[in-house]
């Protein structure tokens, strides 16, 4: 379900409220904006991001080391907790491979793989 509310008297978009929107808001939304609420059923159709142009122009400029560094923080692990679970690498080597000062042999993006549960190349 997507919820919109426009803005009064023009189109421009406030905001959206997206996904199973409970009762209580739905109501609170036509109470407070009134007609200015669209309320649609059908869910946008999905796009692979792998597919798109902003995407093939982000990976030109991505490098192994912010892979690696985006990969890290959204696991939530300290350059300390992952230098551990790659087997006693000090925190200054992962952060020279996140910087790119050193780079990211085919056995450390082996380990790598098999932590983020992704293919190896993403780290080559």
Request: neutral net charge; charged residues 30%.
């Given at each position: 379900?997507?919820?919109?509310?426009?803005?009064?008297?023009?189109?421009?978009?406030?905001?959206?409220?997206?996904?199973?929107?409970?009762?209580g808001v739905?109501?609170?939304?036509?109470?407070?904006?009134?007609?200015?609420?669209?309320?649609?059923?059908?869910?946008?159709?999905?796009?692979?991001?792998?597919?798109?142009?902003?995407?093939?122009?982000?990976?030109?400029?991505?490098?192994?080391?912010?892979?690696?560094?985006?990969?890290?923080?959204?696991?939530?692990?300290?350059?300390?907790a992952l230098?551990?679970?790659?087997?006693?690498?000090?925190?200054?080597?992962?952060?020279?491979m996140e910087?790119?000062?050193?780079?990211?042999?085919?056995?450390?993006?082996?380990?790598?793989?098999?932590?983020?549960?992704?293919?190896?190349?993403?780290?080559?």
């Amino acid at each position: 379900m997507l919820a919109v509310v426009k803005k009064h008297h023009t189109n421009t978009t406030l905001f959206e409220v997206k996904g199973d929107i409970p009762a209580g808001v739905m109501n609170y939304l036509q109470r407070e904006f009134g007609q200015d609420v669209a309320i649609s059923e059908k869910d946008e159709e999905l796009v692979n991001i792998f597919e798109t142009d902003w995407y093939k122009e982000i990976t030109k400029t991505t490098t192994p080391g912010d892979t690696l560094k985006i990969y890290r923080e959204n696991l939530g692990l300290t350059q300390t907790a992952l230098g551990q679970k790659l087997g006693n690498f000090t925190r200054q080597k992962i952060s020279d491979m996140e910087n790119n000062k050193c780079s990211i042999s085919k056995e450390v993006a082996k380990k790598l793989s098999k932590i983020f549960d992704v293919a190896m190349g993403r780290f080559l």
